[in-house]
């Protein structure tokens, strides 16, 4: 008979005491897997957003990982806004006339080129995307801004999907059916909030469950889900947006404003909704009244992002984060060191389990002390009555490891849906991490270090004595 079949034997026949250290190790080694796996799903949920199609976001000054968290991934409270003349700075001559023309109210020195256009303007090649956020849609929030978003914005590890649409088409900045108050909803929303194509929403002003606006937007568009945190946003025009209640800055050009209100009440027109009828204005708010919460950015050459970001940060008005930076940033101030706390408990709690197999195995020994003698007596040698005993514990280590590892992954796959849906993150069974190829011959190495205190006792047994015992 060989060793192998000799140490199961000496488990099998303490059944009881074998089991529970077995299951008191997988459990150790369950939650090991399960720190890792999800420090592993939440770091690739932060990493794979970071990287948006995008390199700057840019906004008023303050905390930059805050910006971040609330522009890219829409947690977070919102700064402060930035003027939308800032806005117009990354575009050229003819761009900053055109919308002072077709929006009316004042810009200070129209026909010049905005001082980052050279880098960053549509004209030189780059993209700029605003950003007004502080509405929510239930529990999700409203993204004001245009249709360039969804059309020139990429996803995915490559950053090379386009948003693509389950259902309707993307939002216009004005239409002939629903004005300036067309949406999209991501995946996420349009499935938690069961709402689609056609149907009309109300936001909620500066929290979930604060006054709805009176004017409502006409859903036009469901995205497929991306994996990103735009399934759990919803993206409506921004000149609607401007329209809402609350949502216009007061003007420093007062008479300029009065005009312009003038304007805007001659034109106010009557649109039919699903709920009552309501005036809607169709007049798009002045150039002065308008604000934008952030400003997304790619420069026409990625070299241009550093340093727009250094000329940006100079100034004292506004500030620019770089979303894979702040990110990185947060896994190494916040997310490691919680890391680093939960694999020390679990760490102790897979000790703790290594000490259960020295005491089980251990307590075992005077009760073997005849059978071992018996071995010697046979002609077995020291060494392999004490590699028996090894043997025993490396068995206890192993089946406890791959108990731990499969129920740790189970519950993985079990919760695999949700996972994915609320982080973007496709997991299953076998989705492992790197670190936890080192799992397995750590609790060997554990239970070799377990497994030794009663192995030297077996090796020391006096056959005379126990033979006569």
Known sequence: MNLFKIAWRNAQQRGLSTLLTTISLALGVGLVVLVLSIHGIVSDAFQRNATVGYNLVVGAKGSPLQLTLNTVYYLSQPVENLPYDYYLEFFGQEERERQLAAYGGHLDEPNRPGKFALYAGSDAGGLVIPVCLGDYFGEYRVVGTTPAFLDNLKHGPDVDQPYEFREGRNFQTHSEENGFFEAVVGSRVASTMNIKVGDTFN?????????GHDLGFKIVGVL???GTPNDRATFVNMEGFYLMEGHAKPSEHGDEEEEAEA????EVVIV??????????NTPLPLDQREVTAILLRPSQTMFAMMLQNVINEG???QAATPIGEIS????????????????????????????ILVSIYNSMNDRRRDIAVMRALGARRGT?????????????????LLGWIAAHGAIALASGTIEDR???PVNFFSTTSAELYVLPLVLGLAAIAGFVPALVAYRTDVSRALAS
């Open 329 to 356: 940033k947060l896994m190494e101030q916040f997310v490691d060191p919680i890391r680093y706390v939960l694999l020390l408990i679990t760490a102790i709690t897979c000790i703790v389990a290594g000490v259960g």
């Open 224 to 226: 497929k889900p991306t």
């Open 423 to 425: 982080t973007g993150v």
């Open 272 to 281: 039919e909704t699903d709920s009552e009828e309501a005036a809607v204005p």
């Open 385 to 401: 009555v004490m590699w028996i005993i090894l043997l025993e514990s490396g068995m206890i280590a192993v089946l406890g490891g």
């Open 263 to 266: 304007d805007a009440e001659e």
């Open 316 to 318: 004292l008005q506004a």
């Open 203 to 211: 936001p909620t002003h500066g929290d979930p469950d604060g006054k």
